[in-house]
């Protein structure tokens, strides 16, 4: 028998072995999630298990398209304060004319995929994990199952493909709106005209630092999609679990997307 | 359909269902203690026992759905517990099954969740697949709901639903957990109704868990029973009415009724605490 202090000491301890254990366990679990999807992709069509075009199309649909005006708003709002606070900064050295260098590489590179990120973390991550947490609850992942139908397959790898091809498409868009709401304001503030505006921005921007964005945004697609199937489907206790599921989802995808987006700049920069 | 899959074994005999020395545990409580049964090829099995007593858990098991501790299961004569998930995908789709809660995909409508297994499976023209669809359909009495979402049906209805989307592939093997319960006693006589024809007309080996006595009688060629995770007996119908194992007419007799408890533990149940008998 331990002494009630040792207990006390150890009982934190124990539990924080307990979360990191069930850390390591969902990493892996989404590890072997991303796998099966591939494996599907690869071979499905000679299995008799063919992943599908028109549940790809549906939720490319529902995850990118339906997301284009959150998006555009918050791009467009972004670009804005870009440039604000780029000219205010600049200005004590007299080097406003710079501030398109300076807006056109961190839209590119970093805040365009990050805000369609976090957008669509909280947008479609919520809604997969919602909608697989009741698909569990309601044993409808058995029933596929039961029915030779393999659930991966069925629903997490049109719901990943979905998401690594619209969150870079959705980043481009961003790039551009968040582009063009900054020049509408460098160019009326600095009475510069716009195709001067737009030259800069080319002069800034190499094809790498498109890709730098676009490369993340792919990453942060998948991990939406993985996060949110890994919550998903391990909700257990109605919709109180189901609702739990979706929150987790949020927030889980949404620093992994940020400590994704360090680890890549790193990795790409240094 | 799926008989292709069985053994070789002859006919009149064939096992289409081997469950041996099933032993499954969650965390540190035993649920089943060594289940034992099989079910033979064109019969229907009712398994029978008190709420709690580990139907489901026994047919979860039975649909890998969940690996035993320890045991044997064998259906249509292929080993499942040693499959993995790709492995039982394959196999899975020769199977039906019509859950206990319906398990009806809640975003597709009646129609689309029939359907589906078909649209999976097979390369029928879309046609064809509808009037199947709607032969099924009208066998569980639900012609002309089939644009409905399952959450405009009652449920009732998602119970036979379910079981029209469990056969619409003609399985050899076809499983229903609590086909009749809650349902209204002239449904419910029909539900029974269509798991003999299924069974005469097609020659599906039916496994059924329920714990309405009128019904299981009714439908069952053989029985087995249940009792808090041990098999009390697994014979037929005739059997297990004459059984003499009092435990077996308890229920029967009792028609699985929650036990009546004993005061004394009933009270410490209650509060919590426990009494010592005073005489
Ligand atoms: N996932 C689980 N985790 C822990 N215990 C479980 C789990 N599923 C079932 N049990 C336990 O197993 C026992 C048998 O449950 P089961 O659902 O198999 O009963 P049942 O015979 O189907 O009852 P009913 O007629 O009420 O449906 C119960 O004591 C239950 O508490
Ligand atoms: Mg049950």
Known sequence: MAAPEDRAVARPIAALGRRVALGLDAVGYGASLLG????????GRRKRQPVRAA?????????????????????????????????????????????TFGVALSITREFAPLITGIIV??????????????????????????????????????SLLALIVMVPALSIWADGLAL??????????????????????????????????????????????????????????????????TTHSVVQSITLIVLADLIFVFAATR | MATDVAGGEPEHEQKVVEVEDLVVRYGDREILHGVSMDVRRGEVMVIMGGSGSGKSTLLRHLLHLERPASGRIRLLGHEVCGMDDLEWTAFSRHLGVAFQSGALFSSMTVGENVLLPLREHTQLDESTMEIMMRLKLEVVSLAGFENLLPSELSGGMIKRAAFARAIIMDPALLFCDEPSAGLDP??????????????DALGMTIVVVTHELDSAFRIADRITVLDRGHVLISASVDAVRSSDDPRVQDLLNRRFEEEVPDPEEYLSRLTGERFEAVD
Do not use: C
């Open chain 1, 36 to 43: 099966q999807s591939t494996y599907w992709l690869a071979v």
């Open chain 1, 55 to 99: 549940p790809v199309a549906r939720e490319m649909m529902s995850v990118g398209v339906s997301a284009i005006p959150i998006v555009s708003v918050l791009a467009g709002t972004i670009g804005v304060m870009l440039a604000l606070q780029g000219i205010d900064a600049l200005e004590p050295f007299g080097a406003q004319d710079q501030v």
């Open chain 1, 121 to 158: 973390a909280g947008r479609s991550g919520a809604a997969l994990a919602a909608r697989l947490g009741t698909m569990q609850i309601n044993n409808e992942i058995d029933a596929l199952s039961v029915m030779g139908i393999h659930p991966v397959r069925y629903l997490v790898v049109p």
């Open chain 1, 180 to 245: 063009g709401a900054a020049g509408l304001y460098v160019t009326s503030d600095l009475g510069m005209t716009f195709p001067a505006y737009l030259d800069g921005v080319r002069a800034a921007l190499e094809p790498g630092d498109v890709i730098h964005g676009v490369a993340k945004a792919a990453i942060f697609g998948a991990l939406i999609a993985l996060v949110a199937v890994v919550n998903g489907s391990q909700v257990r206790g109605g919709a109180e679990g189901v609702g739990r599921a």
């Open chain 2, 186 to 199: 002239v449904v419910a006589a029909s539900l029974d109704e269509l798991i003999l024809r299924l069974r």
